[in-house]
């Protein structure tokens, strides 16, 4: 059985990243429900125009319920890593607390864009600050590694998320990022599944340099790419990990498409992807 699959938010957003989304909220809740998807994703400075255009949540809530789609992942949350103390490291944390009341997502995703390297011992006091903020509303921090950043890698990540002992925090752990930080399953091992609270399906190609211009113009479909995406998505399986996974993809070609065909392209390709991992017996 293909697990249950959740359309990030950039994936259905019909523009780049860091931009406004071209399709309307209720255009990408009904194409993601039509493909397949139970899952949609949204991000925060979306969300915000929404309410300010005079959509409501208890308006979001309905568009939800009638298409059967829960807000899994919201997303991004940064700027808590270089903080100089806990009470500035929770200061962007206002919306993801006002979307957990609302619609109690899985996780929020997090990290940091700056080159600046990390104190590890420093973020790790502000990310258990931030996680302790959100915590009573059940959501979860994933931090995700950009290889850009000073959050360089997975073993990064790892040792910020072990060293805030937040029992709400975790990794994230996408594809693109994944190889092209030149991270390794090695860095996984020893690590409880459930430390990895997602994983963001997609695909590309391996660069040496301006990892930010290619992260954006460059994550494909999973098997459009030269990513060894079955070796990722095996080796997790035999750490434990079984869910959930979202599909983060965005390339210019794409993001022009019909947002149903974006939907339909999006999850057919990650649940070939998934068709690969051994079944569970029982």
Sequence with gaps: ???AL?????????AGFAQPARVPFAERCRAAAAAGFTGIGLHADDYQSMRIEGMGDNDLRALLDS???????????????HSADDSTAVDGTGVFRELGA????????TGEFGPDALDVRAAAARLRA??????????????????????KDVATARAIVQASGAPNAGLMIDVWHFYNSRSTLADLQGLPP?????????????????????????RMLPGEGELDLPGLLTGLHELGFRGPYCVEVNYP????????????????SATTALQTLPQDSG
Excluded: K, Y
């Design 130 to 151: 931030v996680c302790a903020h959100v915590a009573d509303l059940g959501l979860r921090v994933a931090v995700e590694a950009f290889p850009w950043s000073g959050l």
């Design 67 to 81: 298409h059967s789609l829960a807000l899994r992942e919201v997303e991004f949350l940064n700027g808590w890593a």
């Design 253 to 268: 070609e794409f993001r022009e498409l019909p947002v149903e065909e974006m939907a339909d392209r999006a999850f057919t």
């Design 1 to 3: 059985m293909t697990p």
């Design 102 to 109: 609302a619609f109690t997502p899985h996780h929020v995703t």
């Design 6 to 14: 959740t359309a990030s938010f950039v994936t259905l957003s019909g």
């Design 194 to 218: 459930d430390q990895i609270v997602a994983v963001q399906l997609n695909d590309g190609r391996i660069v040496d340099d301006d990892f930010l211009t290619e992260a954006r113009r460059g």
